[in-house]
């Protein structure tokens, strides 16, 4: 991505415009542009994406596919977490439109996932102290 919003000289042609754009939002080629002239789909797929927030122990790996929003994290911890203790568990963010089911496996469990009120998620997990774990979302069904 170039820029968060485009510009366009006006006069040049709205269909032009779209074209060009390196934005995540579509510039507007009138004399007096809008400020938000609306999302670029295609950018929204990809700068919304899932990610590990926080990691309880250290991160080994991750990855996201933007063409169908699975996310696999793996991970490790020699501590146990305890589900109530919410500022040392491992957390991971789904954007709005990742939709597909989380699992946990290996040295984890799944605490509670988190609705927010954006429509993204929060899956929350605790290490049980055992070594590796994952945390995935399975692919959004489109």
């Known amino acids: 991505l170039w820029d968060w919003k485009a510009n366009c000289s006006p006069g040049v042609g709205q269909a032009a415009c779209d074209a ?10 009138s004399a007096q542009p809008a400020e938000n002239h609306g999302l670029v789909p295609s950018r929204v797929q990809y700068v919304s ?7 309880a122990g250290t991160l080994l790996s991750f990855g996201y596919d933007p063409a169908d929003g699975s996310f696999a994290m793996s991970a490790t911890d020699n501590e146990q977490v305890h589900p109530s203790n919410t500022g040392a568990l ?13 699992s946990v496996s290996g040295a984890a ?32 069904r489109r």
């Open 20 to 29: 060009g754009t390196w934005a995540v939002y579509y510039p507007d080629a």
């Open 90 to 102: 491992t957390v991971v963010y789904a954007p709005a439109g990742v939709t597909g089911a989380p």
């Open 49 to 55: 994406r899932a990610y590990p927030r926080f990691v």
């Open 109 to 140: 469990k799944l605490v509670r996932v988190v609705d927010q009120p954006d429509g993204s998620r929060l899956v929350e997990v605790a290490p049980t102290g055992a070594g590796a774990y994952q945390v995935s979302l399975a692919p959004t």
